[in-house]
């Protein structure tokens, strides 16, 4: 993940009624703009910082906001701006660590918005056009393509299967609706990336989270504000993968890992099974699975092997929970 610089989306980027069949300003009204206030004492608060702006998409029949989860994780106030100007506050619903994504409750009334169904990502193929819509009607919103639905591993523990991947890149991404052609929200912005694909050419664009991914969790996430499936084992690491070595780049404080593991730390081996890709060792890692399991590491640290044996938590034990369940 990286910062795109401070730009604009060209005015020949933003997309026009004629070149969508279905109404694009009705759909764009959907997207509503997210401002959150997390407590200094937030697990997160130094990580993702106590103040966070983006954006959110009403959808469905009961007006819930589907956002990215980092914009909501521990906040414990919301305000939701719609279409016209006019501010309610919200709360947390849930929260899914593993999607990645965030339900808020309005608790006012929004005007002027009619939710977007939900659609999917798997209809889509690449060179296919989406707008890419950030709050603030059609001056912030894109006309995108896909570049790849893959799979996507994030140095924060994160695995997603069928991630999408689209150009170019909308600067202000966060919690941003991707929109299919039949005026369906398919996907909800995640990252910004410079080199969108690995191995390839050197183009930026955006990650999203494809809500093909909520429908099988929603009636969980509704009811309790988070999935009854047992929790993965957390270890508390960033860890970035540098070619064919995977480095740690840092590590939470107070997290398992941080008694034993350090900065700059490569990881060679779990359990003794060697790794070098960061979508294999999560998978390795997450099948010890639950939350609680004692984790053997092999890492290299200043040209020698230590090994060292971490004791995994389920991470929802260290963020402040939903106030709605």
Same mark, same amino acid.
């Given at each position: 993940?990286?910062?795109?610089?401070?730009?604009?989306?060209?005015?020949?980027?933003?997309?026009?009624?004629?070149?969508?069949?279905? #109404?694009?300003?009705?759909?764009?009204?959907?997207?509503?703009?997210?401002?959150?206030?997390?407590?200094?004492?937030?697990?997160? *608060?130094?990580?993702?910082?106590?103040?966070?702006?983006?954006?959110?998409?009403?959808?469905?029949?009961?007006?819930?906001?589907?956002?990215?989860?980092? /914009?909501?994780?521990?906040?414990?106030?919301?305000? @939701?701006?719609?279409?016209?100007?006019?501010? @309610?506050?919200?709360?947390?619903?849930?929260?899914?660590?593993?999607?990645?994504?965030?339900?808020?409750?309005?608790?006012?009334?929004?005007?002027?918005?009619?939710?977007?169904?939900?659609?999917?990502?798997?209809?889509?193929?690449?060179?296919?056009?989406? @707008?890419? !819509?950030?709050?603030?009607?059609? %001056?912030?919103?894109?006309?995108?393509? @896909?570049?790849?639905?893959?799979?996507?591993?994030?140095?924060?523990?994160?695995? $997603?299967?069928? *991630?999408?991947?689209?150009?170019?890149?909308?600067?202000?991404?966060?919690?941003?609706?991707?929109?299919?052609?039949?005026?369906?929200?398919? !996907?909800?912005?995640?990252?910004?990336?410079?080199?969108?694909?690995?191995?390839?050419?050197?183009?930026?664009?955006?990650?999203?989270?494809?809500? #093909?991914?909520?429908?099988?969790?929603? #009636?969980?996430?509704?009811?309790?504000?988070?999935?009854?499936?047992?929790? %993965?084992?957390?270890?508390?690491?960033?860890?970035?993968?540098?070619?064919?070595?995977?480095?740690?780049?840092?590590?939470?404080?107070?997290?398992?890992?941080?008694?034993?593991?350090?900065?700059?730390?490569?990881?060679?081996? $779990?359990?003794?099974?060697?790794?070098?890709?960061?979508?294999?060792?999560?998978?390795?890692?997450?099948?010890?699975?639950? *939350?609680?399991?004692?984790?053997?590491?092999?890492?290299?640290?200043?040209?020698? /092997?230590?090994?060292?044996?971490?004791?995994?938590?389920?991470?929802?034990?260290?963020?402040?929970?939903?106030?709605?369940?």
């Amino acid at each position: 993940m990286s910062t795109p610089p401070e730009l604009s989306i060209a005015p020949e980027l933003n997309p026009s009624p004629g070149q969508v069949d279905y #109404d694009l300003d009705t759909a764009l009204g959907a997207v509503v703009s997210i401002r959150t206030h997390v407590p200094d004492d937030a697990f997160t *608060a130094n990580i993702l910082g106590t103040d966070r702006t983006g954006h959110g998409v009403v959808f469905g029949n009961r007006g819930l906001v589907l956002t990215i989860g980092y /914009l909501v994780a521990e906040a414990e106030q919301i305000w @939701v701006l719609d279409r016209a100007g006019n501010a @309610v506050t919200g709360d947390v619903l849930a929260y899914d660590y593993e999607t990645g994504f965030g339900l808020i409750q309005p608790l006012g009334r929004l005007s002027s918005v009619t939710p977007l169904e939900l659609g999917s990502v798997a209809p889509l193929k690449v060179g296919d056009e989406v @707008v890419f !819509a950030g709050y603030g009607g059609r %001056r912030q919103a894109l006309r995108a393509q @896909v570049a790849a639905i893959s799979e996507f591993a994030g140095y924060w523990e994160y695995l $997603i299967d069928q *991630a999408l991947f689209t150009y170019p890149p909308h600067p202000y991404w966060g919690g941003a609706a991707v929109i299919d052609p039949q005026g369906r929200l398919c !996907a909800i912005g995640s990252l910004y990336l410079d080199h969108l694909l690995p191995g390839g050419a050197a183009t930026a664009g955006n990650m999203s989270v494809p809500v #093909d991914l909520l429908t099988p969790i929603m #009636d969980e996430l509704l009811t309790y504000g988070r999935t009854l499936k047992p929790a %993965r084992p957390w270890l508390g690491m960033f860890v970035s993968q540098i070619h064919d070595a995977l480095v740690v780049a840092g590590v939470y404080e107070n997290a398992p890992a941080s008694p034993v593991v350090k900065t700059g730390d490569i990881v060679r081996a $779990i359990a003794g099974v060697p790794v070098n890709e960061l979508p294999t060792f999560f998978r390795q890692l997450w099948a010890y699975s639950p *939350a609680g399991v004692e984790i053997p590491l092999t890492l290299e640290r200043d040209g020698r /092997l230590v090994e060292v044996r971490i004791d995994s938590l389920d991470r929802r034990d260290f963020w402040k929970k939903p106030k709605l369940h």
